[in-house]
Nanobody, 125 residues
Framework: QVQLVESGGGLVQAGGSLRLSCAAS????????MGWFRQAPGKEREFVAA????????YYADSVKGRFTISRDNAKNTVYLQMSSLKLEDTAVYYC??????????????????WGQGTQVSVSS
């Protein structure tokens, strides 16, 4: 079983940057696809970014393309989400998730078996 712990959330001004980290333990990290999701007030949990077994396979929601970058360090069992040019609408609780399985694009939350507790990102004007 995989355990995930997010960190790095906080308050940032619009236009600023923030890096989220997700530390994993248990399971075989290098064989898990990893994803970032977010949930804002009044909205469903939505896909943000994902990365496969290989760091070269990355996927992004249209709303964050060009602004967010997902990466992973298998030696540290950690996945990152680098966020820049933050907007007010990026305010949400951000969750990392793990999915054992094929190294392909998967954006449905229910496909991910393991979840962290989330970290709050608040963007102010």
């Amino acid at each position: 079983q995989v355990q995930l712990v997010e960190s790095g959330g906080g308050l940032v001004q619009a236009g600023g940057s923030l890096r989220l980290s997700c530390a994993a333990s248990g399971g075989t990290f290098s064989e898990n696809a990893m994803g970032w999701f977010r949930q804002a007030p009044g909205k469903e949990r939505e896909f943000v970014a994902a990365i496969g077994w290989s760091a070269g396979n990355t996927y992004y929601a249209d709303s964050v393309k060009g602004r967010f970058t997902i990466s992973r360090d298998n030696a540290k069992n950690t996945v990152y989400l680098q966020m820049s040019s933050l907007k007010l609408e990026d305010t949400a609780v951000y969750y990392c998730a793990a999915r054992p399985g094929p190294d392909t694009r998967v954006v449905t939350p229910t496909a991910y078996q393991y979840w962290g507790q989330g970290t709050q990102v608040s963007v102010s004007s």
